[in-house]
């Protein structure tokens, strides 16, 4: 089975519909979203719209949960902050109320998915380090685990290697971000992985940044949000 695994949509319309296309074009059979399909961006609800018609599995992640009022603002920067609230009086109550319900993790077909961490999903700690890593891989039981959170791609491999991916081995995968990546690439990112063969591999895709950045401006959200968006950082 072809899977697609992605996340940080960070309610970046024009991204998400690039990537869903190009996860069409390359005939991937099941969606997996790794949370904050919200947050930052000036389309939450067409993204949480989006996602919820096409994502097999969603999981909640920080803004997510920083919207429905389950994670304290005071954990968020201040473009965060001016993001939630702004995004509280857009979101419909039916939205707030499935975002509201979303797990942490999941295990679907043998992976691990979380938006974070799998030793403290609800923490939402960040794996920046080779320690953090080591440390989370006693936290999950399958052979891959998914996370998103940093919006950097990267594979961690259980002894200690990076970016080289061995089929059947132990990893902790970053599958980037879709709507706001910051590994100084602009272009959507997000993972795909073969359960037949074990193969797996970071897919990016250009979208019309412009548009993204001009939605920002004409929210009223602030500017150093849409000017990032050009820069992937």
Not at 75 to 84: C, K, M, Q, R
Request: glycine share 8%.
């Amino acid at each position: 089975m072809l899977i697609a695994v992605i996340s940080d949509i960070h309610g970046n319309l024009q991204a998400l519909q690039e990537v869903l296309r190009k996860i069409e074009e390359l005939k991937a059979e099941t969606i997996y979203c790794l949370g904050d399909t919200v947050g930052y961006g000036p389309f939450p609800n067409e993204c949480v719209d989006l996602v919820r018609k096409h994502c097999n599995v969603v999981l909640k992640g920080n803004h997510d949960s920083g919207l429905v009022g389950d994670t304290p603002l005071d954990d968020f920067n201040h473009y965060g902050v001016s993001a939630i609230q702004w995004s509280r009086t857009v979101v419909t109550k039916e939205n707030c109320d499935y975002l509201h319900t979303l797990p942490f993790t999941a295990e679907p077909n043998g992976l691990t998915l979380a938006h974070s961490s799998p030793m403290r999903p609800d923490a939402w700690s960040y794996i920046l380090t080779m320690r953090a890593a080591q440390e989370n891989f006693s936290a999950f039981n399958t052979t891959l685990c998914f996370i998103g959170h940093t919006h950097v791609p990267i594979i961690i491999s259980e002894e200690g290697s990076i970016n080289k991916y061995k089929a059947g081995a132990r990893h902790l995968i970053n599958v980037g971000s879709v709507g706001q990546p910051r590994d100084g690439n602009p272009d959507a990112a997000f993972g795909l992985f073969d359960s037949s063969t074990g193969d797996y591999s970071l897919i990016r895709v250009q979208y019309e940044v412009q548009k993204t950045a001009r939605a920002i401006r004409d929210a009223g959200l602030p500017e150093f949000l849409a000017q990032r968006l050009f820069q992937g950082t």
